[in-house]
């Protein structure tokens, strides 16, 4: 992706002072995301960072272009206000697991329907970290905060699930730590048309800390990061001798010698029907054990703002009488001398 | 088509004004009937105002109390101000109708009813005990009845209309027997029913059947012998077209955003009163309008504060309910200063309420329903087609001093209507607005929260403007640079310096024009839509000898500059509200008047007799 | 299901006058739901109906049970506050396409998720009918009405698809028309722990009409109705001549003769994965073409009520030291003289 | 153990009170040396007040002026009213924390600084040219220092801590420097970290070491000769315990539900500074009470109102921005006259504002935010231990008066405590609520909105009650049926009985007791978290020569009966407000009275000298 480009990530930070905790894992996404963004050859001024209220959503004051750190779970609703009014930017919405799927749930899964031009990068960290550390919508069942100091009675969202239920185009999942993996799932949502909504698995080492040890941890990561890859089979573990089969009642891991290779999916995040993503979403409900990382789907769906504008063309092509003199023509007059 | 040879035998009696209302089943047609006669008598040249008034459920139940739908419309040769206190003419469709209505008919009224309606079943649902048309109740009134449906199923026999369908036509039987009874034109109607329903199709023909019927029942039937003529009023010279007030707020934001060459963008959800604004623009799309069906009222002030940040007219329009949803939006709108248009079209609260009455209880909430210190401006149409004027004025102040603005229209005002002698549109005053495009502090920095000396207004740099990348936000900002900043000073020059830009508003506005003497013995305060009821409200207490003046407020904050002085002239104030006191307690903590309040919460606007009562009331008290 | 019961549709009738347009489709599914409650052996004080705001939601007012027609959305909050209060009621949320999908998105998929002891009939008619006939969630795209003159641009939500993503365990459809059906979906429902949630096809004659006319025209709905029904194969047509097959790739209709019998799907709603109801629901996006009816889904799964119960009986076992004086010792005290 | 060996050189100097302030980073553990020193303070005997204030992020950057946290803690041998308004001791743990408090230092006061942390990279940080305690900067305040983390780093060596955690217990080197410094009793720190971090447990240990080793220090340090001693106040005989006032309004809620006799639900969504009232009653669930973190805080209110209708005693705690979220449903509480607590602890808006930061600017929003005529009554404690008795009145109105209930606390007494004289919890005034069981019509009818004749509530027959089946909403009801009712005289009658309901509450709650002369030259009015600080600046006044009163509301609507009387006594009313004048308006409003505010917006509570300057001020104007 770096090319010859004009950027460097220097010209993506903004001059605040960045005020997450030492070891957030927020800091590792912001280099990704700047990096990125010094990556493309787009102007600065054409990224339009909305966020809503939580660790997470601090981020736009740090990155270096357009931005707005909204409200609370707003912050899909004002973007897609932002990608309607001007086409030609990129806007892109920070949230977190509190913020996009506790109290902004509904504007997130209107969004992903309506296929609004968006890229949705929801940090997942398990825990409202703003508030000091109270469940989330997905925290693991059974989890100990100070508003559950008997364990969580809720049954979480998986993010992935849901986003797949809501109709959602692009659908992906990486982690803090992997900021290579990151990059990519960025790439893959930049170029993607439409609304792309990528989970990402991000370590509040405050209030959750350790919540993803299994995906980022030396010892355990090899053997549950499981890498989605277009084309190839899913295969992981430390000789890919872990493998993934799909059947009619979903996703499933195998030794790939019990079932041989050619028994193992062949990823491929552009199938028209829903059902293997959503099988694979459900390999794993939290990172307790081998977990899709990757484009789960990406599949191409006229986005909501290339049909807005088209109408709009259409309807002025078809009527050209646009003064107000005009409407209240139409309207009906009469003329008192 | 020779309703034109269908002359009254006689010669008509002249009428200065009349008020007539039809009244039937939430099936009837009422509306429809209502509105074409309104809009031939438009045509025709005479004043009018009127005032529909529909049931919540889409239809109730037929036949009931609660199913009533009714419309009425008061026309004039003169320049009138009310949809009238009490009707001259009834048209009840049935007896729930009659039974719902007959309380606002003025005695001796004319009461113009289907007696094939009247049948035991009817008059079981409306709970009349005897059949009142010939009971020797209403004697009180002039009843005419017209076996209205049984001719209707005549007429249109030969339509193509079949079955059940048939009756649907006796709105414009009634329409008919009254178009001819006051002399309208007809040739209106003819030519809308063709183009609603398309050129000889069966329904347009049954319709024209129905309403030749009606015309010619009025002619040649006995009973109808009588005509009245109500000629075109004297209203100044000019081109005139009859406007809802939902209908002129769309176009006055239209016209805003061409003004000011911008976009306009509304984003909306459904609620009844305000939803036809969203309809109406949304069929306006050639004009470049983008109209957004959000998932709520929260979603819907979200995606037009996104398109404001953005640089377009930002407009979100909704009514009670959804004005206490977008309350935490409007905050950020506020604290990121951005210009954006709230309209609340007011109904009956609290909660659900009576959902298609008016009511004026939301003027609290539009200034003070917010958290913190987040003052806003507010401004009210006076009458439907003001409601053209107030939202250029809402969009002027919008942009030029970048906040948000409330407009408070209400129920009556939305579906009301009256003839609007339009303005030059090409002469619509511009509206000047700048986005910033080059930085504005030292060594090219740019400061998103400078002011400007005047306005206070902070500069509109949107995205996609090189070199001007900048961060807004809930939080606190800043002076200057926006930065979040948790210094206590700074807040409190922050939070004094949005307040002093809409205070400063009052410099910008025109002062109040007061209407009457200025040693008149009391002072009749209003806003909004009562306008009409209570100005002629206070010329008929000047007409009975009493002494009143009358001032009427359009901005609710800030209030124009002059209105302290006024208030200080007179030793009594009145202030009629559809509420229970809210601009009545504004003005006494603002300027110690000792303002009393005229009270009504009845779902209904005022009468002039209300207004009239009340102050011929305390001019009396001799205290 | 009608045995020696002690009620009869009367009792469950209010005195209030039914106010929808005459030949709605509400006036069916309240003569079903009336009929369904005198059917059961339950006192009537302990159904309570809540309601948001809609045609839909004016049934409260029609039942005589204890009900609240609340505010737009808010139903399924409001419900389970009830049924958290107290474990022993059936509440019923009564909601539309606008106030069930809409507005209220967001707590319908948390009260799913959380799988709080709720009926939820959510009755879609697509179509906003109550401010008279504007284009919903579930509106077909291109849709006219007032406010998409030019024809909707959203893409509609797959209701079934939703509830599934956001960890439902009921889920099932029906058609306000076809009574028998309707009641045994009650049934199910009643019966189910937890949230049930029931699609509802219901017209809207007056500003919808027909939407639903593939399923319940004389002509048409025998090839259309495809009846999901436990343990057999799904078949459907005049004679059973169609069936379904599923696969990786989702939910595919053949003729049961190209495939034979054994090949077409058996159905299951009690499958722990959700895939196969997932595949099932994507059968159809809307009825446009052979839909399934029936339940989806239903498995079990703890209730946040019974929960709830049962962490307050643990506390209230391990720590008896429930006055406020206890608590202030707990907390620490000193005496002045 | 043997700390008590480590008696001071010197008798210590007798003070009658002493403002102490801990300040250092976010990370520092400032509001935990605070709150022990507090803790060992009240066990000692003395009165006192705290206010913590931190920064809005978790933890800030390190070093910086924005990530400083700091905790003030007022202790005397006197019944005081307020956390102090200079602090007569700061400690600060590096140069910004130094930088951003020492304005509030009084002139001649103590700094104790951490020498270690005033290297170069801290100084620029906290934009420092040079080090201020050694460049004479300083000059006006006695500095003391001590190079804490070299000195814990050595104590807590055999501690088993290791690495960057070691400097951790930098914070108890500092609270035993203090607690030596001010003879407090060590035992119940030692208690308190045992019992925190687990008896021996390595971090129990480093703790404790760290703090025996300040507290030596000051012991064995020439420097620090001198000790002083604040005895035990001469506070009412009495039990006490140290209370915040989010603690004791949750204990408060406890407590009016089992004197109801009535489960407590909390329906609640985290908000800052709300939270922990959530988090407080979830550990009660021993107490039967359900708690509920809903997805937001339109659920959180939604499924409380859902509780209240099912016989709860329900709550929903939030702040600002949650209130008006809330306003739709709150309406709704209100149209079906349910009881339902709503808690607003304010904090500074609008917006996001200053989150952690007190204001008592949403008052206004819990007056009047609400679409429609939506009358609630709101209350305001006025002090932490306050907090618990106001918790209990507001059930005591919403059970009562069948109505939800606004509470308005703040930020300030949310986190800040006071030692809390404790009523005898076996003789809390009970509270007699009756669900209705039996039909209270003709015919065995029940009508779910007939009222009560003296309170005007409305029957509570919660679902489960055989014979009582009736449905509640939204939408205007008809008296005594409750069915929906359309009807214009209900509509206006229902909403003067939802008005009179309210008002009428005025006849239940005790009468204002002024404070001073009933001619005094000036009234003071305030309300909520001011009162302490208020009523020290009145005294002040009153000490310096100038005739001043005081009345605190803890009633805001309705007023006390006798509010309008004790207002005409005086010429002159000031309302002192953290907002820009709210209360302000209403009194003028309501009693033209010609209040003027003393207005302070800067995220920060009164100090009393800011009161005592405003009356004299005003007393001094010749106008
Ligand atoms: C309307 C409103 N409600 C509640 C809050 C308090 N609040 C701020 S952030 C947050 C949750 C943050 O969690 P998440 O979105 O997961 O972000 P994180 O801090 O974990 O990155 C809450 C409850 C708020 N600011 N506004
Ligand atoms: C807060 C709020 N917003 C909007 C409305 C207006 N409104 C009432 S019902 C409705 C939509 C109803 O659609 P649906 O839920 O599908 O019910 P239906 O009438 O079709 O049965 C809307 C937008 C309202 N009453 N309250
Ligand atoms: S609290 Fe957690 S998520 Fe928030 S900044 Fe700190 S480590 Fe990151
Ligand atoms: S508008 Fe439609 S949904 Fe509403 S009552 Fe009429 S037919 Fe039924
Ligand atoms: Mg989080
Ligand atoms: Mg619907």
Known sequence: MTTDTRYTRADFQSGQEVKWCPGCGDYTILASVQNFLASLDIDREKHVFISGIGCASRFPYYVNTYGMHSIHGRAPAIATGVALADPDLTVWVITGDGDGLSIGGNHLIHALRRNVNLKILLFNNQIYGLTKGQYSPTSEAGKRTKTSPMGSLDHPFNPVSLALGAEATFVARTIDMDREHTTEMLQAAYEHKGTSFIEIYQNCNVFNDKAFQILTGRQEREANRIYLEAGKPIVFGKDNEMGVVVGIDGAQIVKVEDVGLDAIQIHDPARPSPGVAFALSRLAHGPSGPTPIGVFRQVERATYGDLMVSQIDDAKARNKATSISDLVQQHGTWTVE | ?623
């Not at chain 2, 006669?37 to 609660?66: C, H, K, M, V, W």
């Not at chain 2, 009461?111 to 008059?123: H, T």
């Not at chain 2, 819907?300 to 504060?305: I, N, P």
């Not at chain 2, 439907?384 to 603005?405: C, G, H, N, Q, W």
Request: proline letters at 7%; glycine letters at 8%; zero cysteines.
């Open chain 2, 1 to 623: 088509m020779q309703e034109e040879t269908l002359s009254p035998p006689k010669p008509p009696e002249k009428r200065d004004r009349v008020v007539i209302r039809f009244a039937g089943d939430s099936g009837d047609g009422m509306q429809l009937a209502g509105t074409r006669f309104t809009e031939s008598s438009a045509a025709f040249g005479n004043d009018l105002a009127t005032f529909p008034d529909y049931p919540a459920e889409i239809r109730a139940p037929q036949g009931t109390l609660a199913g009533v739908s009714s419309f009425q419309v008061h026309i004039a040769d003169w320049d009138i101000l009310t949809h009238g206190d009490e009707a001259d003419v009834l048209v009840a469709m049935n007896p729930a109708a009659l039974k719902s209505n007959i309380r606002d008919v003025v005695a001796g009224g004319l009461i113009l009813a289907n007696e094939d309606a009247f049948d035991q079943r009817n008059l079981d649902k409306a709970g009349y005990e005897s059949n009142p048309l010939t009971d020797g109740s209403l004697s009180n009134y002039h009843v005419m009845t017209a076996p209205m449906e049984k001719l209707t199923k005549l007429a249109v026999a030969d339509s193509g209309v079949k079955g059940r369908s048939v009756l649907r036509s006796k709105n414009f039987f009634a329409l008919g027997l009254i178009s001819w009874m006051f002399n309208r034109p007809t040739e209106p109607i003819y030519e809308w029913v063709q183009k609603k329903f398309g050129e000889g199709t069966p329904v347009a023909e049954a319709n024209i059947e129905a309403f030749r019927a009606g015309f010619n029942f009025g002619n040649t039937t006995e009973e109808f012998h009588h005509t009245y003529e109500i000629l075109p009023a004297k209203l100044p010279a000019g081109t005139y077209t009859n406007i809802t007030g939902n209908q002129a707020l769309a176009w006055g934001l239209v016209a805003a955003a061409k003004s000011a060459g911008l976009t306009l963008f509304l984003g909306s959800y459904p609620i009844t009163p305000a939803t036809s604004i969203l309809e109406e623009i949304a069929r306006l799309k050639h004009f470049g309008v983008k109209t957004f069906q959000a998932e709520d009222e929260i979603a819907g002030v979200g995606v037009s504060l996104g398109a404001a940040f953005t640089g377009h007219l930002a407009v979100t329009t909704t009514s009670g309910p959804g004005v206490a949803l977008k309350s935490e939006t409007m905050s950020l709108a506020l604290m990121t200063e951005l210009p954006l248009i709230l309209v609340d079209v007011q109904r009956a609260g609290p909660s659900t309420g009576l959902p298609t009455k008016v009511e004026q209880s939301d003027l609290m909430m539009a200034l003070y329903g917010r958290h913190g210190e987040a003052p806003l401006p507010v401004l009210a149409p006076s009458s439907p087609s003001d409601a053209f004027a107030i939202a250029m004025e809402a969009a002027r102040i919008a942009l030029k001093y970048m906040t948000p603005v409330i407009l408070l229209s209400d129920g009556y005002l939305a579906n009301g209507a009256e003839p609007w002698r339009l303005p030059d549109f090409d002469d619509l005053p511009p509206i000047d607005i700048e986005h910033a495009t080059e930085p504005n502090g030292p060594n090219g920095v740019f400061y998103p929260y400078a002011r400007d000396e005047v306005t206070g207004a902070r500069p509109w740099a949107i995205p996609g403007t090189p070199g001007l990348e900048h961060r807004v936000g809930g939080l606190e900002k800043e002076a200057l640079t926006g930065n979040v900043s948790y210094d206590p000073d700074n807040h409190e020059m922050m939070t004094a310096a949005r307040a002093a830009k809409v205070d400063g508003i009052a410099n910008d506005i025109p002062d109040l024009e007061v209407f009457g003497a200025d040693d008149a013995d009391i002072l009749v305060v209003s806003w909004g839509s009562t306008y009409g009821s209570v100005r002629a409200g206070v010329n008929n207490a000047n007409k009975a000898g009493y002494s009143a003046a009358h001032v009427h407020l359009r901005h609710l904050n800030p209030f124009p500059k002059n209105l302290g002085d006024i208030l200080a002239r007179y030793d009594k104030v009145l202030v009629p509200e559809l509420n229970l006191g809210q601009l009545t307690a504004v003005l006494r903590a603002k300027y110690l008047t000792p303002a009393v309040t005229l009270s009504k919460v009845q779902g209904a606007p005022f009468m002039a007799n209300e207004v009239t009562k009340k102050i011929v009331d305390l001019l009396e008290d001799p205290s």
